[in-house]
């Protein structure tokens, strides 16, 4: 039982390798995650602020590798056009820009005080 799950995090693990060696989102977001925390940490924003971020990292990613898994099953499916398959690659693309537009709303709650004052003063 436990091979079985050595098995399952060695290949989700090479799963997660792929994904940040060939998609250019993974990257950006890794970047931008980069980022929140070293503002955070610049900021000194509060420890709840600090989970909140680090949720969204998280959350922004398994959506990002959700959507990349959709768009890898769909291609395996037919690699021609389809508007069945494009639908499903434009809703998960989507699912990932709702969330990001979410991210960005909240972090600017955070951090565009933080901005201002560190700028006031």
């Not at 970047?31 to 949720?55: D, N, R, T, V």
Request: with cysteine; hydrophobic share 50%.
């Amino acid at each position: 039982m436990i091979h079985k799950h050595t098995i399952s995090l060695k290949n989700a693990w090479n799963g997660l390798k792929w994904s940040f060696k060939t998609q250019p989102n993974f990257i950006i977001h890794f970047l931008l995650s980069f980022i929140a925390i070293s503002c955070g940490i610049f900021f000194k924003i509060s420890y709840y602020e600090f989970l909140i971020i680090i949720s969204f990292i998280f959350l922004g990613l398994t959506i990002e590798a959700i959507n990349t898994g959709i768009e890898k099953t769909t291609d395996a499916i037919d690699r021609k056009w389809r508007e069945d398959i494009k639908w499903a690659k434009d809703i998960s693309a989507g699912a990932m820009l709702i969330f990001a537009v979410g991210a960005l709303t909240i972090s600017c709650i955070i951090f565009v005080p933080k901005i201002y004052q560190f700028f006031l003063y």
